[in-house]
Structures are given as C-alpha cells and as structure tokens.
C-alpha cells in the first residue's frame, strides 16, 4: 500500500496551492499546524515543500539510479607525440584512456559477453545460454554451493545497493579530487614555467647590461686590468723579498754560529793548556816565586 492512497483529494489542491503561491511570490495563510504526521511524511516522499519552506530539503536518496557524466572528456595524447623517434603509431598507436566503464546488462553483466550470441540467436539467446548453463553447472554439482557461496550473492546485492544509492556521489567525489589534482600539478608546471621565463628575462637582461659596460666603459675596464696586474706584481716582488731576506737571514745565522763554535773551542783549548801548565811541579818553582817577590816589591 502507497503513501499515495492515504493522502486525502484536498492534500493535492493544497499542495497546489502551496506550489503557486510559491512561484508567484505570494505567502499562504496555511502552516505546519494544520497539515497532519501523515500529510508532511507524504510531502517528503513527493519532494513538495511545507507552507513555511520555500523549497523541498534535499534528501540524501536524491542521487539513487542517477548516471554520473563528466562535464569535459579527458584530454587525449596530441598526434605528433613520440617519446621516441622509432616508435611506429601507424601500427601502435598510444591506447586512449576510456572516459566510461563499458556497457553492462543485468545492472553488472559486460554487454560483451551477449553481442556475438545475439547476432546468432537474437535477443533472447545470451540469456538462456548462460541461464542454462548455469543451470547446467548447479545441477550436476560442477559448480557447488556452499554455505560461504551465499556471501557471494549478498556481495553482488550490496554492490549493486551501493552502486545504484551512493555511486552518483561517489564519482562526483572521485572525479572533484582528480580535478584537484591535475589543478595542483598544472599549477606546479605552470610556477616552473613562471620560473624558466623569468630567468630567461634576468638572463636577457644582465647580457644586454654587460654589453652596454663593454661598449661604453672601455677604458675603465682597461684601468682596472691594469690595477690588477700591477697587484699581482706587487705581490710577487713582496713574496720574492721575503724569500730572499729570510735565506740572507739562515746564512747570516749559519755564519755566525760557525764562528761562535770556532771561538768557544780555541778558548777551551787554550784553558786547558794552560791549566795543563799550572799544574805542573817546574813551572811553579820557576814562576810562582818570582811572581810573589815581584808583588812583595810592589807592596814595598
């Protein structure tokens, strides 16, 4: 039994009434207080707003057993493109992407399986074919059914629910993000390219600079060539002299401790005579005394 039989006649002409004065733009007098549960559960199912709404909500069984279709078809493989100069399109051409899955019978079925049937048998062929031969299978347990197998047919049940309520959205969804995406790399290559013209203008630029400083200053560019190579003299000349002054230096040293070297032995040698001299028995006798007479007479 319907909701439709249990609205009453005047449900209708109100409805009218309410859809009227809507689009004319005039109020109605009626409001939810009047209208009985039954009444607005009717509303609902028909999509009719209330007196006081202005437009039906939306329901979420608004997309069941709708079709989804892309406002724009994907872009396809330009014809001169080769990602190599041997590759034959002629023979191999680049496989297009489907827009669409293919077409389907019985809500899931390929509609490939049924056309080379049909041209033989007719319409009706494919589906005693292979309602027969499924038949075939069951019956002479070829094919067997467990308790496991009824999942199967509670999976295609679901699927085809899901499909049928939700896939509407779902697609919209998936197709919205794709968007997304291909905006974000586009946008990626688009601040690349952004990027390669803009140097290509810096790099324009700073030649045509750099000419325009080599046509009008060439003197200033002639002074500070010369400013360098005289640094560079300069610096040669310093490094030169401190490497001749710090070699005049070693040999000045080497010289002077050879000499000291000299010295100190001639002196150790002489002291060591003499203290050989002194410590001898004849040469205390013979000058020993006479110097300490000669100092007596120098006191006297």
Known sequence: MSLSRLSSPQLYSRAFIVARGAATGHATATSDNSISFFEKISYRFKGIPLPTETEAPKSMFDACNKEWSAPE?????????????????????????????????????????????????????????FGGLFAFLVNKELWVFEEQGHMTVGWIIFYLLVSRTAGYKIDAGLYKD?????????????????????????????????????????????????????????????????????????????????????????????????EKQVSQKDFQEKFLQNAIQQLKGIAV
């Open 73 to 129: 078809l994907l872009p396809a493989v330009p014809k001169e493109f080769k990602e190599h100069p041997d590759r034959d399109l002629a023979n191999y051409p680049y496989p297009s992407r489907p827009m669409y899955p293919p077409k389907s019978r019985l809500l899931m079925m390929p509609d490939s399986w049924f056309t080379p049937f049909q041209k033989v048998t007719g319409t009706s062929g494919p589906y005693l074919f």
């Open 178 to 274: 794709y968007q997304e995406r291909v905006g974000f790399f586009k946008g990626l290559i688009q601040e690349d390219l952004k990027e390669a013209v803009d140097f290509r203008k810096t790099s324009a630029k700073q030649t045509d600079s750099l000419t325009a400083l080599k046509d009008n200053m060439p003197t200033s560019l002639k002074e500070s060539m010369q400013l360098q190579l005289e640094a560079a003299y300069r610096k040669n000349i310093q490094t030169i002299s401190s490497e001749i002054k710090r070699r005049i230096d070693y040999l000045k040293e080497t010289e002077e401790t050879k000499a000291r070297f000299e010295r100190d032995q001639l002196l150790r040698l002489i002291n060591e005579s003499v």
